[in-house]
C-alpha cells in the first residue's frame, strides 16, 4: 500500500508542478523581471533582509517609491563607497544600523532592477496560486486526498459494475420467464426458491465441501497470522505527528542542506543526534517563510522560537525554554548496538540506504524494517570500504589469504558475529 | 619442577568436611523441593478436563492480550542549545582528584559514569583502588539529603546562612570557641578558607581527627627527628621489606601508590632482570599484605613490642629489656633471620610498623637510622599529607565542650559520634555546643546530632585541590552539575565569615594564580587538562637517631604487658581496617559492601576471625556467635575461623555497624571502633578482652566456599632460587595433551588475549570494582551471595597452602593432620572468562547464545539465552553467572541498582541483563569495538595499548596484560612468551585465551 500511495503522491506532484511552471511561464512579460530578481534576492539578499520585515537592515516594502533607481543601483552595488562619496540620502539611510550593507559589486543594473521588480511585487499571493501558497503540512493533506479518492473510486466502479452485472441478471431471468410464458409454460415460483435452499441444505452435508471451505479458511487465517507475527515489532512506515511539521523534503531535498549540517553525529557518534534548536537558528534566525504567511512569521518556526523563549523583535531569548519533544521513528531495541560513525564514516553508505528518500519526505517515516534479517543481509552483501584504510590491511592481507578472488563483505570480516553488536 | 603444594579454597574443603563433600556436588546452595513436587501435591492430584481447558483458555487470552499493547511511544528530546563540547554517544573525560589521587572521570551526556586513575599522577600513574572506583556510585547515592536542614526542617540556604551567622556572632562577642572539625585535609584551599575563617572569627581552631590514626608516626617523627611528618617510603627501592602489622598494599597510609612501588621490585621486568625483592610480615590477622609476604609469621599485638626490640638488638642496637618471646619460637628464629638479611640490604631495606603507638615507631626509627634507610627508603623530606589527625587534639576538643567553653562546632568529612571510641562522652559532650553544624551528605551518626545539616557535594559535584605529599598538587573540577541542592562546605564558611570573595571557585582560582600556578609557570587551562602540577622533589636527606630509648623500652613492655593479661577466655583484640570498607566513610556503596574482603571472602559484614586451632580449644565453631567483651564495650559477632590469625587473637574489622550510613549500609555488621583504646594520647587498635560462647550461628556471605577444585592444580608457584636455575619450575607444563577433538579456530584479524601475572597481583580487588562500573554488573546483596548466586565477573580467587618448614605436602590426610594452621602461605588469582578456544560452555548451549567470534572471544548473546545453565555446569573455571532475578527492576533489591537516582550510574553501551539469562566477562567486547572503530575513523592501523580493558586499565600493579595475541610485538604476546606463563587447567585442553605466568616466592631456605 505504502508503494502505491507513495506512486500517487509524486504522480500528483509532479502533475502540479507541471501545471505550476506552465502557469507562471504563461503569465505576463512583466513578472519575467519579478521572477529573476527573486531568485537574486533570495541568494544574496535574504540573509540580511525581508520584503515585509526587518531583518538586519530594513524591510525593503515601499523601496521602488522612496528612493529612485539610480540612486538605488549606486546604494546596492557599493553602500560603503556610496555613503563616503558624501551623498545626502545615503548617509542618512546609513544611520539605520551600525552595522554597513556589504557592497555587491558583482550585480549588473539590470539585476539589481529585476530585484527592485521583485520587491515590488513580491511573492505571488496566496490566491493566485493554492497549491504554492498552502503549507507543506496542509499540502500534504491535499495529496493524501487525491490518492484516497482514487481508491475509492477505483472500489465504486467495481462496486457499480457488480451491481449492473447483478441487475442485468435478474432483467434476463425476468425476459426468460416472460419469453417462457409467452410460449404457454407455466413457471412455478416457489419451488425453485425451495430448491435453492435445499441445495445449500445440501451442500453443508457434503463433507468434501465442508473440508475444502475448512481448509481455506485454515490457509487464510494461518498465513494473515504467520504474516502478522513476522511483522510484530517491526514498524516500516511508522510516521507519528511531530511537534513541528519539519519537512525534509524543503531542507534535504529542495534546499539540499548537506545531512551533516544538522545531523552532525552521524559522522562521528554512535547516535546521529537530532539537533540541538541552535543549529536550527542558525538559518531560523532570519529565514521565516513569512513570504507565504502574509508576512508573519510561519507558525512553525514559531515553535522554535517559542521552544528558546526567543523574541523575534527585540531578537532576545528569554529564560522560559522549553525543549522540543520529537517522536523517535528509528527505534533499535535496546539490546543492540548501533554505531553511526562506524556506517556512514568508515564504510561510507548513503544516509538513504537505511533512511530511504528522505530528501522527498515530507513528514519522515520509518523506511527499514530494523529487523535482524535486514541488518544481516546488508552486512552479507556489503563490500568493506577498506581502501585506503590502513586499518584493515592486515585484515585484508589475512582474508586475501583465505579465500582468494571473493569479495570482502562485512560478513567475512566478522560482522555476522553476536558481539558485534549485542554486547 | 612440579610444585606439589596442597591448595584449598577454605577450611571446608581442606578438611574435606562430610557436609562440604555433599553440597559441593549440588548444583544449587538450597537443595531444589523437586520431591515435595513430585510426591505430594504435585501429581497425585487429578486436574479434571474442564480445569484444564478454563486454564489453557485463561492462558491463551491473557497471552493474546499481554501481547496487544501498544509499541510505546519513545521521545527523542535534543538539547536547546548544545554545549559544545558535548557529541551524544561520545564520552567526555574530565581531570578530578579522588582521595589525593589524580583521575579522570568519564562522563556520557553529562553525567560521570566511571573513574579512572590519570596517568599524569605521580602516586597512581593511571591505576585506581576498589575505593575510587566505586566512588562514582556514591553521586548517586539515593540516600543522601536533598537540601540544607535546619532543626530538623527542610531549609533554605539564606535561612541556614543568617541562622549560623548570627550563631557565630554571638559565639565570637561572648568570646566563646569556635571548633572546625574534621579529618585530615590536605587541600591547599580548604586550609586557606578555615584560617580566613579563623581571622574573622579568631577563637576559631581547625582540629583534625582520622578515624584510623597516623598521629602515633607523626609523634615519632618529632621525637626522633623534629620533624612531625608522614614520611613518604619508597617501596620502589627497598629489596627487603619487614612490615610488622602494616597492610601497606591493603590500607596503610598510600596503598595505592605502595602497591605499584612494592610490585615494581616483583614482576616481571624485575623477574626478567633475575632480581626480586623479599618481604617478610609478622602481623596478627593475616592482611592482604601478609597474604602477599614471602614469609608471614603471626604475631600477637602484646609481642609486636618485644619483637622489634629484639630485632634491634638483633641488628647490634643497644638497648635493654629485650627478652625472647617465648610462646613464639617461629617468630623468634624468624627475627633473627631478618636481622641477619637486614644487615646484609643496609640502606635498601625497609621496617615498618602498623602500630598507632609512638614507642613502637620510635624503636622503628631507631632500626630504620640503624639500617641507613633515611634518605634512601624513607624520605623526610618530601612528606606526605594524606594523614595528619592528631588524636589528642580531639580528647582535648571534647574536654572543651563538656566544661561548656564551645559555642560552635563545624563537622567535615567527620563523624565522630561514630568513629570516636567513646561516642557517649562525645554526644553528651556536643549537646552543650550551641551551634552544631554538619556538611555531611547525609542525615549520619553526628549530622543527625545536629541543628544544621549544610550538604556539601560530592567530589564529582564540585571544585577543589588536594595536596597529598609534598610538591604534588591536584585539582577537582566538577563534572555535573550539583544534583541535590547541596553547597561547597567551603563557599559556606566563606559566607559566614564574610570574606570578600564568597564563590569558591573563584576563590580556589585565586589561591592557585597566588601560590602553584605563579611558581610553577603553568596556566589554570593547562592545569585543569593535566589535572596536577608536580614541583621536582628534594633530595632526602639522612638522618640518624640518637634519643635514648629506655622509657621508649619501659612503656612498650608496659603495653605488652596490659595487652597480654592473662585469663582463662582471655584474648588480645585486634582491630583493624579491611580493604573494601575502610573506615566506614563509604558504607553505603553496594560496589564496596559487595566487593569480598581479599583474604576472607566475605562479604556485607564483619566478623570475629580466629584461628582454627584456637577455636578449637575454645569450644567455638565457625559461624557460631561469639560475644567479645571488653570493659567497656561488648558486641556479638559470628566467627569466622583464619588460617593464619594468631593464636589467641582475635580480628574484627572497622567500619560495619553504621546506623545511619543510608538504605544499603546501615545496620550492616557491628561497630568496633569502640573497641579502639587511647594509650598515651595515641588510639591503640590492640586490646585485652575475652571471648565467650553466644548462643545461636549466623552465616556469613562468603564467595569463596562455594565450589571446589578438587584437588586439581589451578594455581602454579615457584621459588625464586628454583625459578633462577629453570624459569618454566612451577608450571607444570610436562602434563598436556596435545590432541584435539575439534577443528582450530581460526583468527585472521585479531586474536584477544590476556596475560596475568600471579607474581604482580596482590588481590586488592579493584579490578573487581572497575568491572562492575565498566559492564552494569548488578548488586545482589547478602542473601543472594549467601544462595551463592553473586554476579561479580571476574573474581579473585584465593588460595591458602601450608607451609611445615619447608616439607612439601601432597596427601591431603597429612595435611588435615597438621596441628598449626599457622603458617599458611597465599596465593591470589584473579579468575574470569577465559575465553577457551575449545570453549566447553559453547558446545552445550542448545540454542547457540555462546558462541566463538572470529577474534577469539567467546561471546554471549543475551537474547538468545533461554536460562537453560548447561553453559554454567560445562564451565571448568565456574565464571559463568546467572541472573536469577531482575536486579534492575525488582522491589527487592531496591537498596541496591533498582532505583532512577542509581541507574545514572549505567554505561549506556552495555545492557543490562534480564532475569533467566547467563552473563559472564565479555573482555570489555564495548572497550574492543570502540578502539577499533577509533582506528577506523582515523584511519590508521590499531596500536598495541589502543584498548585497555576495565581490569587491566584500573590495575594498581598492572598485573593484568590485554591485547592482540597476532601482534608478535604486542606487550600481551611477550608476556605469554614468558617461561612462567601457564593455563589454567591446561590439561583439559580447552585452549584458554588467558594465560597466567606463576607465583614466585622468595623464600630462604632455613
Given at each position: 500500500m505504502r508503494s502505491i500511495s507513495l506512486f500517487f503522491r509524486s504522480v500528483t506532484k509532479s502533475l502540479i508542478l507541471v501545471s505550476f511552471l506552465s502557469s507562471v511561464a504563461v503569465?505576463?512579460?512583466?513578472a519575467q523581471d519579478a521572477a529573476a530578481g527573486a531568485a537574486i534576492f533570495k541568494q544574496k539578499c535574504t540573509a540580511c533582509h525581508g520584503i515585509e520585515k526587518a531583518v538586519v537592515g530594513p524591510a525593503l516594502k515601499g523601496i521602488d517609491t522612496k528612493y529612485d533607481e539610480a540612486w538605488l543601483i549606486k546604494w546596492i552595488k557599493n553602500a560603503p563607497a556610496f555613503i563616503a562619496s558624501g551623498d545626502a540620502q545615503a548617509v542618512k539611510a546609513s544611520e539605520y544600523s551600525p552595522a554597513m550593507m556589504s557592497a555587491f559589486p558583482e550585480l549588473s543594473d539590470d539585476d539589481i532592477k529585476n530585484i527592485v521588480a521583485y520587491v515590488k511585487v513580491g511573492d505571488p499571493k496566496p490566491a493566485a496560486d493554492p497549491n504554492a501558497a498552502q503549507g507543506g503540512g496542509s499540502g500534504s493533506g491535499a495529496d493524501e486526498g487525491v490518492s484516497n479518492f482514487m481508491l475509492f473510486g477505483l472500489l465504486a466502479v467495481i462496486i457499480i459494475a457488480f451491481l449492473v452485472v447483478l441487475v442485468l441478471n435478474k432483467v434476463i431471468q425476468t425476459l426468460e420467464r416472460v419469453m417462457l410464458q409467452k410460449k404457454g409454460i407455466e413457471v412455478e415460483e416457489e419451488p425453485v426458491a425451495k430448491d435453492r435452499l435445499a441445495g445449500l441444505k445440501k451442500l453443508t452435508k457434503n463433507k468434501k465441501f465442508i473440508l475444502f471451505i475448512v481448509l481455506v479458511c485454515i490457509v487464510f487465517l494461518g498465513s494473515a497470522g504467520w504474516k502478522g507475527m513476522w511483522e510484530t515489532g517491526v514498524h516500516t512506515g511508522y510516521q507519528p505527528v511531530q511537534p513541528i511539521k519539519f519537512s525534509h523534503q524543503l531542507h534535504a531535498g529542495i534546499n539540499k542542506i548537506d545531512c551533516q549540517y544538522c545531523h552532525s553525529g552521524a559522522f562521528s557518534s554512535k547516535n546521529a543526534s537530532i539537533p540541538s534548536l541552535n543549529v536550527c537558528m542558525n538559518c531560523h534566525n532570519y529565514v521565516t517563510a513569512s513570504e507565504k504567511y502574509d508576512g508573519k512569521t510561519s507558525p512553525e518556526i514559531m515553535k522554535i522560537y517559542q521552544a528558546l523563549d526567543y523574541n523575534e523583535d527585540t531578537k532576545q531569548y528569554g529564560t522560559n525554554t522549553k525543549p522540543v519533544e520529537w517522536i523517535r521513528i528509528h527505534n533499535l531495541p535496546d539490546l543492540a548496538y548501533f554505531n553511526h560513525s562506524q556506517h556512514v564514516s568508515v564504510a561510507g553508505i548513503e544516509c538513504q540506504k537505511c533512511h530511504g528518500p528522505i530528501q522527498t519526505m515530507e513528514e519522515v517515516y520509518q523506511y527499514a524494517p530494523l529487523t535482524m534479517k535486514w541488518c544481516i543481509n546488508c552486512h552479507r552483501e556489503t563490500e568493506v570500504n577498506h581502501k585506503d584504510n590502513p586499518y584493515y590491511d592486515k585484515l585484508i592481507a589475512a582474508h586475501d589469504k583465505l579465500k582468494k578472488g571473493e569479495k570482502v563483505t562485512a560478513a567475512v570480516l566478522g560482522g555476522l558475529e553476536c558481539s558485534k553488536c549485542h554486547y | 619442577m612440579e610444585s606439589n603444594k596442597k591448595y584449598w579454597k577454605g577450611l571446608e574443603e581442606l578438611h574435606n568436611t562430610k557436609d562440604f563433600v555433599e553440597k559441593s556436588k549440588n548444583e544449587f546452595a538450597e537443595s531444589l523441593p523437586m520431591e515435595e513436587v513430585l510426591n505430594e501435591a504435585g501429581l497425585s492430584t487429578v486436574a479434571p478436563r474442564r480445569d484444564f481447558l478454563k486454564a489453557l483458555g485463561f492462558g491463551l487470552g491473557a497471552v493474546t492480550l499481554a501481547a496487544c499493547q501498544k509499541v510505546p511511544v519513545n521521545k527523542s528530546i535534543p538539547y536547546l542549545v548544545k554545549p559544545e563540547e558535548v557529541v551524544p554517544g561520545i564520552p567526555n573525560y574530565y581531570s578530578s582528584t579522588f582521595n589525593g589521587h589524580s583521575v579522570l572521570v568519564k562522563t556520557r551526556e553529562g553525567r560521570p559514569i566511571k573513574i579512572e586513575g590519570n596517568p599524569n599522577c605521580i602516586l597512581s600513574q593511571g591505576s585506581l583502588d576498589a575505593k575510587g572506583q566505586a566512588s562514582v556510585l556514591d553521586l548517586y547515592d539515593a540516600s543522601k539529603l536533598k537540601g540544607p536542614v535546619l532543626n530538623d526542617v527542610d531549609a533554605d540556604w539564606t535561612k541556614v546562612d543568617s541562622f549560623v551567622k548570627a550563631e557565630l556572632l554571638k559565639a565570637k562577642n561572648a568570646g566563646k570557641k569556635i571548633r572546625i572539625v574534621s579529618s585530615t585535609v590536605n587541600s591547599p584551599s580548604t586550609k586557606a578558607v578555615i584560617a580566613d575563617f579563623a581571622s574573622q572569627y579568631p577563637n576559631t581552631k581547625h582540629v583534625q581527627v582520622d578515624a584510623v590514626s597516623y598521629t602515633g608516626i607523626i609523634k615519632a617523627n618529632e621525637n626522633s627527628f623534629g620533624k612531625a611528618v608522614l614520611p613518604r617510603y619508597r617501596f620502589d627501592k627497598a629489596n627487603l621489606i619487614v612490615s610488622f602489622g602494616a597492610d601497606f598494599l591493603g590500607t596503610w597510609i598510600s596503598p595505592l601508590e605502595f602497591s605499584r612501588q612494592y610490585v615494581s621490585k616483583r614482576n616481571n621486568a624485575s623477574l626478567e632482570g633475575k632480581k626480586m625483592s623479599r618481604h617478610i610480615q609478622f602481623e596478627t590477622g593475616l592482611s592482604l599484605t601478609g597474604s602477599n609476604a614471602d614469609a608471614r609469621l603471626p604475631l600477637k599485638p602484646s609481642e609486636e613490642g618485644i619483637a622489634l626490640l629484639n630485632l634491634y638488638a638483633a641488628l647490634g642496637g643497644s638497648v635493654s629489656g629485650s627478652k625472647p618471646l617465648a610462646n613464639n619460637p617461629n617468630a623468634e628464629k624468624a627475627i633473627a633471620l631478618a636481622a641477619k638479611e637486614l644487615s646484609a640490604a643496609k640502606g635498601s631495606s625497609l621496617v615498618l610498623s602498623g602500630s598507632n603507638d609512638v614507642s613502637i615507631q620510635i624503636l622503628v626509627n631507631a632500626i630504620n637510622a640503624l639500617l641507613g634507610n633515611y634518605g634512601n627508603t624513607i624520605d623526610l623530606d618530601n612528606p606526605s599529607y594524606q594523614y595528619a589527625g592528631n588524636d589528642a587534639e580531639f580528647v582535648e576538643f571534647v574536654n572543651e565542650m563538656n566544661r561548656g567553653e564551645v559555642d560552635a562546632v563545624f563537622f567535615l568529612n567527620s563523624n565522630p559520634a561514630y568513629e570516636f571510641n567513646d561516642s557517649k562522652a562525645f554526644t553528651d559532650a556536643l549537646s552543650k555546643v550551641k551551634l552544631r553544624v554538619s556538611f555531611a551528605d547525609r542525615k549520619d551518626e553526628t549530622a543527625s546530632l545536629c541543628q544544621v545539616i549544610a550538604p556539601n557535594h560530592h567530589y564529582l559535584e564540585s571544585w577543589g585541590d588536594s595536596?597529598?605529599?609534598?610538591g604534588y598538587y591536584t585539582i577537582v573540577q566538577p563534572t555535573i552539575n550539583p544534583v541535590y541542592n547541596s553547597r561547597n562546605a567551603e563557599q559556606g564558611l566563606l559566607i559566614w565569615s564574610d570574606n570578600a570573595v564568597t564563590d569558591y571557585y573563584q576563590y580556589i582560582q585565586n589561591n592557585w594564580a597566588r601560590t602553584v600556578l605563579a611558581q610553577s609557570g603553568t596556566t589554570w587551562k593547562e592545569l585543569l587538562q593535566k589535572g596536577s602540577v608536580s614541583f621536582p622533589a628534594r633530595t632526602a636527606g639522612a638522618y640518624s637517631f640518637s634519643r635514648d630509648l629506655n622509657s621508649v623500652v619501659q612503656t612498650i613492655l608496659a603495653n605488652s604487658n596490659n595487652l597480654a ?5 582471655a584474648i588480645e583484640l585486634h582491630i583493624y581496617q579491611n580493604v573494601a570498607i575502610g573506615d566506614g566513610k563509604s558504607a553505603n556503596n553496594p560496589w564496596l559492601q559487595e566487593l569480598p574482603d581479599p583474604v576472607s571472602k566475605v562479604t556485607w559484614d564483619n566478623y570475629a576471625a580466629i584461628n582454627p586451632k584456637f577455636a578449637e580449644k575454645l569450644g567455638i565453631a565457625e559461624l557460631d556467635l561469639v560475644e567479645i567483651k571488653t570493659d567497656k564495650y561488648t558486641i556479638t559477632l559470628p566467627v569466622l575461623l583464619q588460617p593464619g590469625q594468631a593464636s589467641g587473637t582475635v580480628s574484627v574489622a572497622l567500619g560495619y555497624g553504621r546506623t545511619k550510613a543510608g538504605k544499603a549500609g546501615s545496620d550492616i555488621g557491628k561497630n568496633a571502633y569502640p573497641f579502639l583504646s587511647l594509650v598515651n594520647a595515641t588510639l591503640q587498635t590492640a586490646v585485652s578482652a575475652s571471648i565467650s560462647k553466644a548462643s545461636g550461628t549466623y552465616e556469613l556471605a562468603q564467595t569463596q566456599t562455594h565450589h571446589t577444585i578438587e584437588g586439581r592444580n589451578v594455581v602454579r608457584e615457584t621459588t625464586l632460587k628454583n625459578f633462577l636455575k629453570d624459569p618454566t619450575s612451577g608450571t607444570g607444563h610436562a602434563h598436556v595433551n596435545k590432541y584435539d577433538l575439534w577443528n582450530e579456530f581460526e583468527t585472521p584479524g585479531h586474536n584477544w588475549v590476556m596475560a596475568i601475572d600471579l607474581n604482580a597481583c596482590t588481590g586488592c580487588g579493584a579490578c573487581v570494582v572497575a568491572c562492575n562500573a565498566e559492564n552494569n554488573i548488578p548488586v545482589v546483596g547478602r542473601d543472594e551471595v549467601r544462595r551463592r548466586r553473586e554476579m561479580h565477573w571476574i573474581r579473585i580467587d584465593r588460595y591458602y597452602a601450608i607451609n611445615d618448614g619447608g616439607n612439601k605436602l601432597t596427601k591431603e590426610e597429612e595435611i588435615s593432620e597438621l ?5 599458611v602461605s597465599v596465593i591470589h588469582q584473579p579468575m574470569m572468562c577465559q575465553h577457551c578456544d575449545h570453549a566447553p560452555c559453547e558446545t552445550v548451549c542448545p540454542v547457540l547464545a555462546t558462541v566463538h567470534s572470529s577474534e577469539g572471544l567467546n561471546q554471549m548473546a543475551y537474547n538468545r539465552c533461554i536460562g537453560t545453565r548447561y553453559c554454567a555446569n560445562n564451565c571448568p573455571y565456574k565464571v559463568r553467572r546467572f541472573n536469577w532475578f531482575n536486579y534492575w527492576n525488582d522491589s527487592r533489591f531496591d537498596n541496591y541498582m533498582n532505583n532512577e537516582f542509581t541507574q ?6 552495555v545492557t543490562t541483563r534480564s532475569r533467566g539469562v547467563m552473563e559472564k566477562c565479555s573482555m570489555c567486547v564495548q572497550r574492543i569495538q570502540a578502539g577499533k572503530l577509533d582506528a577506523k575513523l582515523e584511519k590508521r592501523k590499531l596500536k598495541d595499548g589502543d584498548i585497555k580493558v576495565a581490569c587491566q586499565q584500573t590495575c594498581p600493579t598492572n598485573a593484568i596484560i590485554f591485547g592482540d595475541g597476532n601482534d608478535p610485538e604486542s606487550e600481551v604476546s611477550k608476556a605469554l612468551k614468558s617461561e612462567r606463563t601457564f593455563y589454567v587447567l591446561e590439561e583439559i585442553n580447552v585452549k584458554p585465551g588467558v594465560g597466567y605466568q606463576t607465583k614466585v616466592r622468595n623464600t630462604v631456605e632455613v
Open positions: 503569465s505576463s512579460a512583466s | 595536596n597529598p605529599v609534598e593479661k592473662g585469663g582463662d577466655k596441628d598449626n594452621l599457622d603458617n545514572l550510574v549505567l554505561n549506556p553501551d
